[in-house]
């Protein structure tokens, strides 16, 4: 989401406004204190979460959020959401006609059906990847099919706002099978049965249309607001910490681990959980492990997890050797789904059990990092972090220490920020064409 801009208004204040209470405001999965409370108490399983409804709750949420004296000046919107989370639902309605598929539910059910059809080692040769999900559901679903349409969440997201079904960004799609280079589906996926469920791909930041009428009348938004596509949440990271030269990376440490490098070739491999996104006229090489605070978070509670960092010794390397896992299964830089978490032995002390985490969950990031350069990507030298991790600093000493590299907290660690970014480009080219 941006403000408007002025005669004589320059980015920066734009993007000043945007620190100052607008930039959670596209941040899908961060709720308010009452929603979030109200949401947590049903997440006894991912069966019998409302997945869909929490969603469209955190968003009206957010929306409502805006000072009101700053709605009318709100000129675009963009999201940024979980790559490979899949909506089937009606065409016609938008209802949906399946529970969502979550980002890292693997569906070894299709995985060889994929295999069959798709080139050797495709990014979609994954149980956890998009088109896995789809050939899932068509195979298990016997109605509704010709009524179906595919959406991720994002896209389903601002459907809710603009309003227009079957409508997907080239970031998203990829894990559905979308080749970014030639800006189509390829031939092998066309060919298939459930092609008609896919949607229609755009770039990222592009103008789709204006906020549907009623939205913007109810909660004082302009008329000509414009709604644009979205990208991942690790995409967006990206863009939000503005590394623009080949061999500057992002790692995102959230509730996983995630790797984007900016490189100047394309590289990918279903083998080890790598693939390519599009940024413009480059490649943003990396994977997502299953790794990462959602582990931590099992373990200890925030207050813990800070008091225990302030007595680690970053430069102390662990002899612990675990790898973290919240269930079992791992994407990258392996995709193994039989994987098996591993923290054990646990030592008597804390203080030592969170650096072994800490260190093992570097040692992860840097085997990442080791292999892109061994399949050909461009060079790391120098990594920004995002995500709730970026905040703890004996964990950024600790990365840098095992990474050999400069590691350091990106301006901006929000992915909304990046979402953000995405809505100024849109609403500049809807502005350069009136």
């Known amino acids: 989401m941006m403000c408007r801009w002025v005669s004589g208004c320059i980015l920066e204040w734009i993007l000043v406004l945007l620190e100052q209470g607008l930039l959670l405001l596209i941040k899908m999965g961060q709720f308010f204190p009452k929603e979030r409370k109200s ?24 929306l409502e959020a805006v000072p009101v004296n700053l709605r009318p000046l709100i000129a675009s919107i963009s999201i940024d959401g979980t790559s490979a989370t899949t909506i089937i639902i009606d065409s016609n309605s938008g209802e949906p006609l399946w529970r969502p598929f979550l980002y890292n539910e693997s569906c070894p059910d299709a995985l060889p059906v994929v295999k069959s059809i798709a080139p050797a080692n495709h990014t979609v040769c994954s149980g956890t990847s998009t088109l896995c999900k ?9 109605e509704n099919r010709e009524l179906a349409l595919l959406l991720h969440q994002a896209d389903w997201l601002l459907w809710l706002l603009h309003g227009k079904l079957g409508l997907s960004d080239y970031n998203n799609a990829l ?25 229609s791909v755009q770039a990222p930041g592009t103008s789709i249309g204006y906020l549907k009428e009623g939205i913007g009348t109810e909660f004082g938004f302009p008329k000509d607001c414009v709604v644009c596509t979205g990208t991942t949440d690790s995409i967006a990271a990206f863009l939000a910490a503005r590394a623009t030269e080949p061999g500057k990376a992002v790692t995102s440490l959230g509730s996983t681990l995630a790797i984007k490098l900016l490189s100047t070739g394309r590289i990918e491999d279903a083998r080890f959980g790598v693939y390519s996104h599009r940024l413009d006229d480059k490649w943003l090489v990396g994977g997502a492990s299953n790794t990462g605070g ?8 925030d207050e813990q997890l800070e008091k225990l960092s302030e007595h680690i010794d970053p430069m102390e390397v662990s002899p612990l050797d675990y790898y973290p896992l919240q ?3 791992e994407r990258f830089p392996v995709a193994d789904p039989k994987m098996v978490p591993r923290l054990h032995p646990r030592p008597q002390s804390d203080v030592e059990y969170l650096h072994g985490i800490l260190e093992s969950i570097a040692r992860i990031e840097a085997k990442g990092y080791s292999l892109l350069k061994d399949m050909g990507a461009t060079q790391v030298d ?10 703890n600093e004996k964990w950024t000493k600790i990365r840098e220490r095992v990474l050999g590299l400069p ?14 970014l995405l809505a100024l480009k849109g609403a500049q080219a809807q502005h350069s064409e009136q």
Do not use: C, H, M
């Open 39 to 62: 949401i947590q108490n049903l997440r006894k399983t991912e069966e019998s979460i409302d997945w869909l409804r929490s969603w469209k709750v955190t968003l009206f949420s957010l």
């Open 134 to 142: 789809l050939v899932s559901w068509w195979n298990t679903e016997g």
């Open 175 to 199: 894990k559905v099978g979308y080749d970014p280079e030639l800006e189509s589906y390829p031939p092998w996926l066309l060919s298939q049965p459930y092609s008609q469920l896919l949607p």
């Open 294 to 301: 959602a582990v931590l978070r099992q373990i200890f509670t």
């Open 327 to 329: 269930v079992v299964g």
């Open 382 to 391: 120098e990594v920004f972090t995002a995500g709730g991790g970026a905040k």
């Open 407 to 420: 590691v350091s907290r990106a301006i901006q660690t929000e992915a909304a920020y990046g979402a953000a």
